[in-house]
C-alpha cells in the first residue's frame, strides 16, 4: 500500500505539474485518516462571460459555451406531476441556464422523458444537452444510447457521459474489446452524440485510473464530471486529486453534489456553519466549467439563480476558512454518503444495467 507521504508527494507534484500550486498551497492528505484541514490549492477561478443574471464558461477544449449551474436529472422526474418538472426546465432556461443533465436510468427513463418534453417548442435549441448511459459492452451501450435519444425526442445529444465509474474495473470493461467505447465511438461518428466524457461518485482513484486507460487508447474526453463541494477538500478529494489533471488536460469539469445530496447542506444547516448560497459560491469559484444542482422545485431554483446572481469569486483565503469551517464535519466522509456508501450506487443495485 502506498504511504501516506508517498501518496502525498504524488499529489503535490500532480498539482504543480499543473501550474495550480505554490510551495505553501499544497492540499493536506486527504485519506479517511486525515485529521488535519486540507488547504484549497490555489486554483484560479475561471474566466466567466455575463449575459443577463447568468454566468457562462467554457467547456474545456470543446469551444462549447455552457451555464454555470446546470439542472440536475435525478430531481427532474420526482414531482408527482410531469408539468411541474416541465415547468421547472423551462423556467430555468428562461432565465438563462443552458446546461441540461440526464441520464438513461432516472427514475426508469422518466427524468429523460420529461425533459424531452420540456425541450419542445423550440427549447431544443437552447440548451446544451447531456445525457449518460451504464452499458459497459457495445452492445448494451448501443442500445441505451438510442434508448436515450428516443426519450428525449432529440437525433443527437450534445454530451453523452459513461455514468457511475466507480468500480475499479470499469476503465477496462468500457476500453476491452467489444466495450462501450466501440458504440460511443461509433455513435459520435453517427452524429449522435457530439462530446464523451464520464462520471463517478466513489474514490479519486478511480476516476485517475479513467483517465489513464482512455490515454492509452488514444482517448481524450471531452469532460469528468464528479463531486466538488466545501467537505470534499477532507476527504478522498476530487478537487485536489482530480480537478488539477482536468485543467492540465484542458478537459471540463463538471461539480456535483455541492449539497452533498442533501447530508452535507443538511449539516451546515443544522450548525449554522454556512448558507446554501456560500455552498455554491465555494464551488463556483472553483476551476470548474457547471455547476449540476439538484433542482426539484422553483424555490430552489431560485436559489440557485440568486447564487448565480450574487456571485463574486472566492480567493484562496476565503476558501481556506470556508473549508475550514466544515473540517471536524469532514473527517472520515460521514456526510459524503455517496462515498461511504452504497445507497447512491445505482449500477451496483441493477448490475443487468452494465450488461
Known amino acids: 500500500m502506498e504511504s501516506s507521504r508517498r501518496r502525498f508527494l504524488r499529489n503535490t507534484s500532480l498539482l504543480a505539474a499543473a501550474g495550480l500550486a505554490t510551495p505553501h498551497a499544497f492540499a493536506a492528505e486527504s485519506d479517511d485518516t486525515a485529521t488535519e484541514p486540507a488547504q484549497p490549492v490555489e486554483f484560479q477561478t475561471p474566466r466567466s462571460t455575463r449575459r443577463g443574471d447568468m454566468f457562462y464558461r467554457q467547456l474545456g477544449s470543446t469551444g462549447e459555451v455552457v451555464s454555470l449551474?446546470?439542472?440536475?436529472?435525478?430531481?427532474?422526474?420526482?414531482q408527482k406531476d410531469a408539468d411541474e418538472s416541465i415547468r421547472i426546465i423551462r423556467t430555468a432556461i428562461d432565465h438563462g441556464v443552458t446546461f441540461m443533465d440526464n441520464s438513461w436510468d432516472y427514475h426508469n427513463g422518466e427524468s429523460e422523458r420529461r425533459m424531452g418534453r420540456a425541450l419542445k417548442d423550440g427549447y431544443r435549441d437552447k440548451v446544451f444537452l447531456m445525457t449518460k448511459i451504464d452499458g459497459r459492452t457495445r452492445d448494451s451501450a448501443a442500445k441505451q444510447i438510442d434508448e436515450s435519444l428516443q426519450r428525449l425526442g432529440t437525433d443527437h445529444v450534445d454530451l453523452m457521459q459513461f455514468h457511475e465509474i466507480i468500480q475499479l474495473d470499469a476503465p477496462d470493461r468500457i476500453f476491452s474489446n467489444g466495450g462501450a467505447w466501440e458504440a460511443m465511438d461509433a455513435a459520435r461518428k453517427a452524429g449522435k452524440v457530439r462530446h464523451v466524457g464520464f462520471t463517478g461518485h466513489k474514490d479519486p482513484?478511480?476516476?485517475?485510473?479513467?483517465?489513464?486507460?482512455?490515454?492509452q487508447h488514444g482517448v481524450h474526453f471531452d469532460s469528468v464530471q464528479m463531486p466538488?463541494?466545501?467537505?470534499d477538500a477532507?476527504?478522498?478529494?476530487?478537487?485536489?486529486?482530480?480537478?488539477p489533471r482536468l485543467v492540465k488536460e484542458n478537459i471540463g469539469p463538471l461539480a456535483m453534489k455541492p449539497f452533498g445530496s442533501p447530508f452535507i447542506v443538511q449539516e451546515v444547516l443544522r450548525t449554522g456553519m454556512a448558507t446554501p448560497i456560500e455552498l455554491l459560491h465555494y464551488v463556483m469559484s472553483l476551476p470548474v466549467s457547471v455547476v449540476i444542482t439538484g433542482i426539484d422545485s422553483l424555490k430552489i431554483l431560485n436559489q440557485a439563480l440568486e447564487a448565480v446572481r450574487t456571485f463574486k469569486p472566492m480567493n484562496n483565503d476565503q476558501r481556506t476558512a470556508i473549508a475550514a469551517r466544515v473540517n471536524g464535519a469532514a473527517q472520515h466522509g460521514k456526510f459524503e454518503r455517496y462515498k461511504t456508501s452504497a445507497i447512491f450506487d445505482a449500477t451496483a443495485k441493477n448490475p443487468a444495467w452494465l450488461e
Open 69 to 78: 449551474i446546470g439542472v440536475g436529472g435525478a430531481h427532474i422526474g420526482s
Open 234 to 243: 477532507h476527504f478522498r478529494s476530487f478537487t485536489f486529486q482530480v480537478l
Open 228 to 231: 466538488v463541494n466545501v467537505m
Open 205 to 215: 482513484f478511480v476516476h485517475l485510473r479513467m483517465l489513464d486507460l482512455a490515454q
